[in-house]
């Protein structure tokens, strides 16, 4: 059963039009797969000069790694904050998102980690069309690091 976009806001920290994701249509421990439609939004917050460039599918990409993390999360857990530390091997495919007319589906998989680091290879389609692809590393609670307490 998919988890619609009422499910996101409830469990990313994205908010109104910055949760660019509508769907998760199916996840396991390894991977994601969400759909999204805000690409063609005019109020798309990323759009930049009236286009919304085909990096900008790197947030949709990052949106769905942090629905992984939630999915995973035990329901007690508190949700831990995860930050883009970096992107190696992006492949544009495309110049735009803007213009593609059918909805994205983004796929995430977490290809190693640990506790603290996660490393997830990540692609962008449509319609059986790759968009764009690479990898991120995501550091978790980044902030609470150095902290010895």
Known sequence: MPLDHAWLLAHLPH?????????V?????????CTASSHRHADNPLRAHDRLGAACGIEYAAQAMAAHGALLAAADDAPRAGYLA????????V????DIAADLEVEAERLSGDGNTILY????STDGRELLSGRAAVVLDADKLGDST
């Open 15 to 23: 908010q109104g039009s910055m949760c660019l994701l509508d769907a």
């Open 25 to 33: 249509t199916a996840w396991d421990a390894q991977r994601i797969r």
């Open 86 to 93: 970096s992107v190696r091997g992006v492949e544009l495919h």
């Open 95 to 98: 110049a735009r998102l803007d």
């Open 121 to 124: 290879g990540f692609r962008v």
